[in-house]
């Protein structure tokens, strides 16, 4: 299924409930005084951001969203009831605009609730008008009219995970293992030319296009790629157990993140060490320690290898969690 990541609807929140006239009726006072109770509030329209990319998805086919009217008040003095707001899900990353106004809402936490159109206030019953000089007062107000508009809703994707690496570190490959993503992969440099996405748990990870050495500088694809890496929230460092010089390899893609930006070398980052079946035992330890030199630690992972996948998964989703 395609991703929908724009959508426009158009939303009304509810009506309040109407003031009413009434009269209370008691035993041996058949004219007790004003007694009409206030309307309840109408239902506001609120967004609610979630952790699913395809949730927009669901809005298709319909355009038209309207939240319930509060209700009428009652005799007594009974109010009517207040009514449920209607909530709409958006993903993470979602940007809400509101027409009518051009008021802009941005949805960057899992959780976040935000009102985006107003349900009206209950009109006031004729309780509310007695006074000395009118104790018998006819007048009670209509509920007022929820807020409508059209609304644009624009998803601006806020990866959780950027995958980083030389080119042909193995990332649009691991990408498409943990969440079942279809990023094109190839035995040559630059197969990825824009981000690709996929998401695991709820956590949206995105495969950068290979870094290489000068891109902070421009060279390559730099700049784009590393523009891409400054939206994530934590970097995967993937590092090809195959390759000449693993280490050498990591320091080459840190320079260029460290020259390129200070927020983003202090990014939170773990390295995958990738297509660990194409290296033996005796290599994979050997590179182990050297990273271990570095204070950082490898995490073996294969594509290949059901067993290193998962835990890799379970590793990067505890990391997101701490994080």
């Not at 009652?74 to 707001?85: P, S």
């Not at 993903?91 to 609730?113: N, S």
């Not at 007695?130 to 107000?141: F, G, L, M, R």
């Amino acid at each position: 299924m395609p991703l929908i990541d724009h959508i426009r609807i158009r939303a009304k929140a509810g009506k309040g409930g109407n003031g009413v006239v009434r009269w209370l009726h008691e035993y041996a006072r058949e004219f007790g005084g004003p007694s009409g109770g206030d309307g309840g509030n109408g239902g506001n329209v609120v967004f609610r951001a979630v952790r699913d990319l395809n949730v927009l998805a669901s809005y298709r086919g319909r355009s038209e969203f309207k939240a319930k009217n509060g209700e009428d008040g009652g005799n007594k003095t009974m109010a009517g009831k207040n009514a449920e707001d209607l909530v709409l899900l958006v993903p993470v990353g979602a940007v809400v605009t509101r027409e009518e106004d051009g008021t802009i809402f941005e949805f960057l936490e899992e959780g976040e609730t935000r009102t985006v159109l107003a349900g009206g206030r209950g009109g006031v019953g004729n309780a509310r008008f007695k006074s000395s000089v009118n104790q018998y007062p006819t007048e009670a107000t209509k509920g007022a009219e929820g807020q409508g508009s059209a609304l644009t809703i624009e998803l601006k994707l806020i990866a959780d995970v950027g995958l980083i690496g030389l080119p042909n570190a193995g990332k649009s490959s691991l990408l498409n293992s943990l969440t079942a993503a279809h990023a094109k992969i190839g035995a040559y440099p630059f197969t990825t030319l824009e981000p690709n996405l996929g998401a695991y748990f709820g956590y949206v990870i995105a495969d950068i296009p290979g870094l290489i050495e000068g891109a902070a500088s421009g060279k390559g694809l730099g700049h784009a790629f590393l523009r891409h890496i400054a939206r994530t929230k934590i970097l995967i460092h993937c590092i090809a157990a195959d390759a000449a010089t693993p280490l050498q390899d990591y320091k080459t893609v840190r320079a260029e993140i460290d020259a390129y930006s200070d927020a983003l070398s202090r990014k939170p980052e773990i390295v995958f060490l990738t297509k660990a079946d194409l290296a033996s035992e005796e290599d994979l330890a050997a590179i182990e320690k050297d990273f271990v030199k570095e204070k950082k630690r490898a995490i073996r992972v294969s594509i290949l290898d059901d067993r290193l996948l998962k835990a890799a998964g379970d590793e990067l989703v505890r990391f997101l969690k701490e994080a």
